[in-house]
């Protein structure tokens, strides 16, 4: 069974950073591309940062330059670091994992799974 538990969230001042950690475990880590979205009071959850199985990285427009994501295959962790934040990066975060199979994948066909989410607070 796949299992994404994340840590790293908080408050922090505008201008100050923030790291968040995405622990999975049930499947082969980043077969199918993962990312992190955010969930903003009363607003629709929106595309953050995704890290494809070859590697390739795309990032929101507001956050480029910001922030980083990264992956630890050893410790099967996805990483989000967050700098220079600001107080519209307010938000809720999740880790987004696609553990289709192989063939799966290549057909287009997600196997997604959720972290729980995490609250990063920004205040001005």
């Known amino acids: 069974q796949v299992h994404l538990v994340q840590s790293g969230g908080g408050s922090v001042q505008a201008g100050g950073s923030l790291k968040l950690s995405c622990v999975t475990s049930?499947?082969?880590?980043?077969?199918?591309?993962m990312g992190w979205y955010r969930q903003a009071p009363g607003k629709a959850r929106e595309l953050v940062a995704t890290?494809?199985?070859?590697?390739?990285?795309t990032y929101a427009d507001s956050v480029k330059g910001r922030f980083t994501i990264s992956e630890d295959k050893a410790k099967n962790t996805l990483y989000l670091q967050m700098n220079r934040l600001r107080a519209e990066d307010t938000a809720v975060y999740y880790c987004?994992?696609?553990?289709?199979?192989?063939?799966?994948?290549?057909?287009?066909?997600?196997?997604?799974?959720w972290g729980q989410g995490t609250q990063v607070t920004v205040s001005s």
């Open positions: 049930g499947y082969v880590f980043n077969s199918c591309g």
């Open positions: 890290l494809s199985e070859s590697g390739s990285i």
């Open positions: 987004l994992a696609d553990a289709a199979s192989p063939k799966d994948c290549a057909d287009g066909s997600p196997s997604l799974y």
